[in-house]
């Protein structure tokens, strides 16, 4: 196996111009391999997508003004993405450290804790959008 050098300063794992100029297809299936893996190995963010097809399904029954569909979307995928960035911190954290250690875990809680303030946005939405029906 060749030993990579330095280019610039960078590690030798740093070798951004070939990752970016992959074809746009290639760079989407790795975004659904994301998406696969963390449906695979992540029961929150399973439940996250529960919870949004629910606030959908409860959009579809009380059918309220687009704006809500609009809000209800928006909430919800921003929760799932929060919930990909806190598996991501978590497990490359778990990785790069395997040992307990405080800054680590405040991090983690820190990554979680933006993750809950968005479901209780997204719960209020939802409440929002059935107080405006009825």
């Given at each position: 196996?060749?030993?990579?050098?330095?280019?610039?300063?960078?590690?030798?794992?740093?070798?951004?111009?070939?990752?970016?100029?992959?074809?746009?297809?290639?760079?989407?299936?790795?975004?659904?391999?994301?998406?696969?893996?963390?449906w695979r190995s992540e029961g929150s963010f399973r439940l996250q997508v529960?919870?949004?097809?629910?606030?959908?399904?409860?959009?579809?029954?009380?059918?309220?003004?687009?704006?809500?569909?609009?809000?209800?979307?928006?909430?919800?995928?921003?929760?799932?993405?929060?919930?990909?960035?806190?598996?991501?911190?978590?497990?490359?954290?778990?990785?790069?450290?395997?040992?307990?250690?405080?800054?680590?875990?405040?991090?983690?809680?820190?990554?979680?804790?933006?993750?809950?303030?968005?479901?209780?946005?997204?719960?209020?939405?939802?409440?929002?959008?059935?107080?405006?029906?009825?």
């Amino acid at each position: 196996m060749a030993v990579r050098q330095r280019v610039r300063g960078r590690p030798p794992c740093a070798d951004r111009s070939r990752m970016k100029s992959q074809p746009l297809i290639r760079r989407l299936a790795w975004a659904l391999a994301g998406l696969r893996e963390c449906w695979r190995s992540e029961g929150s963010f399973r439940l996250q997508v529960l919870g949004a097809a629910a606030g959908l399904a409860l959009l579809a029954w009380l059918r309220p003004a687009p704006l809500w569909w609009g809000l209800l979307a928006l909430a919800a995928a921003l929760t799932l993405a929060s919930e990909l960035f806190n598996s991501a911190i978590e497990r490359l954290a778990d990785r790069l450290h395997p040992e307990r250690h405080p800054d680590i875990g405040a991090v983690k809680d820190m990554a979680a804790g933006a993750v809950f303030m968005l479901v209780l946005a997204g719960l209020a939405v939802a409440a929002l959008a059935v107080a405006s029906v009825t």
